[in-house]
């Protein structure tokens, strides 16, 4: 009898660093008060508390200083801010002239939507760049060649959540900044996984959410501009601020501009105590220990003579620690309701990112199975749910749930 092993961090980490929950426990007993709405000391300490977790933002996604850190609700409201404000700001620009955008089949339907959207619209077009079938890794060059220009931004995911492949983002910034076309980066995947620098990278645009790799709460995210990105972006809310509350129309300044609306401020407590703790331990050091486990996860996983497909990379360069699995006969819902009836609680399906399996070859068959590794698991826990699979592989009837199993 066990509590369940939780393999599921693409989606959401768990469980968080105990400071955490201190945090947001402490900001409702204690403080309340919503920032910017009083000159009172309670207001007060939670508009400083908006500035030190803006701060530490800043410092792990490596941004250049004097750019900003806007609060999301997640990092899908932070793509779909990018996304629309830039193509909206660039079609008023540029009268009689229709935006276009290049991405790729590794992205998200938090990317893939959006833009769908605004080219049912009319306000948008777009072109997928193809992935490789095997790795997932799309070539920087077929995403370059996709630039044309009318292009007015280009967005790429950093790391995939279906195949853990990381992207040559660096060499994609080098490129955007030379055709002066906006980066756009997806680091829902990678941020607090491993080091990520803005500056360094030429990224212009950083969307992330706060409860994945960051360690806070979930409600929590943000979108990092880079220093002058703010001219060429438009709001899609409008609202109160606290600030120039004379006027009705909203503030130019940032953040205001982009952040009507109270602040989900004890998820953003939680979310700084995270960065706090990320900080403090070194994110160089979150992805030592998560290369440890990509190892573990590699060398003890089953492979084809049991009848699975890993889908992306076969090898630890170049991959973040998640990890889909095809299988020829079991069915990726099947797959994990063996693993949970073994105390394993990881997700199947297509993950929200229908493209990439297109790319892959699993779209039809239901998608994968996917575990995802986060760093409060040790190589134990890794090799444990690889062995499960194998079980699972070699007795397909053993897939039917035994809660009896698994203490709750």
């Not at 959410?209 to 990092?224: A, D, F, R």
């Not at 009705?248 to 940032?254: R, T």
């Not at 994110?283 to 290369?291: F, G, P």
Request: hydrophobic share 40%; charged share 20%.
């Amino acid at each position: 009898m066990r509590a369940p092993i939780y393999l599921d961090n693409a989606a959401t980490s768990f469980p968080k660093p105990e400071c955490v929950h201190q945090a947001v426990l402490d900001y409702m007993r204690r403080v309340g008060a919503s920032p910017g709405r009083g000159a009172y000391g309670a207001a007060r300490d939670g508009a400083a508390l908006l500035g030190r977790c803006r701060e530490r933002l800043l410092e792990l996604v490596g941004g250049e200083r004097g750019g900003q850190v806007i609060f999301t609700l997640n990092a899908t409201d932070a793509l779909n801010l990018a996304i629309k404000g830039v193509v909206r700001a660039w079609n008023r620009r540029n009268p009689g002239r229709t935006a276009h955008v290049v991405t790729t089949a590794m992205d998200h339907n938090s990317v893939l939507r959006p833009l769908n959207a605004l080219a049912e619209k009319g306000e948008a077009e777009w072109t997928c760049v193809e992935a490789d079938a095997e790795s997932g890794l799309v070539e920087a060059s077929s995403v370059h060649g996709a630039i044309r220009a009318e292009t007015a931004l280009v967005v790429v995911v950093h790391a995939s959540n279906v195949t853990g492949t990381i992207q040559p983002v660096e060499v994609i910034g080098a490129a955007c900044r030379r055709l002066g076309v906006p980066l756009l980066v997806d680091a829902a995947q990678s941020l607090g996984h491993m080091p990520v620098n803005a500056t360094w990278m030429g990224i212009d645009l950083l969307a992330f959410p706060g409860h994945k790799g960051l360690l806070g709460p979930l409600g929590t995210g943000g979108l990092y501009l880079r220093p002058g990105m703010e001219a060429l972006l438009e709001p899609l809310r409008e609202g109160g601020t606290g600030s120039a509350s004379e006027s009705d129309v909203q503030p130019a300044a940032l953040p205001d501009r982009f952040e009507p609306g109270s602040h989900n401020t004890p998820g953003i407590a939680g979310l700084s105590a995270a960065s706090e703790w990320l900080l403090d331990r070194g994110v160089d050091s979150v992805r030592t220990h998560e290369a440890r486990l990509i190892e573990a996860a590699l060398d003890a996983m089953p492979g084809e003579k049991d009848g699975f497909r890993l889908l992306g990379l076969p090898s630890a360069r170049g991959r973040m620690g998640v990890f889909s699995f095809a299988h020829e006969v079991v069915s990726p819902a099947s797959l994990a309701s063996g693993l949970e009836a073994r105390g394993y609680l990881v997700r199947s399906g297509l993950h929200c990112a229908p493209r990439a399996h297109a790319s892959l070859g699993t779209l039809e068959s239901g998608g994968a199975v996917r575990i995802s590794l986060g760093p409060f698991m040790d190589e134990h826990d890794v090799r444990g749910a690889m062995q499960a699979l194998a079980e699972i592989a070699a007795n397909p009837r053993s897939c039917e749930p035994d809660w009896a199993h698994v203490r709750s």
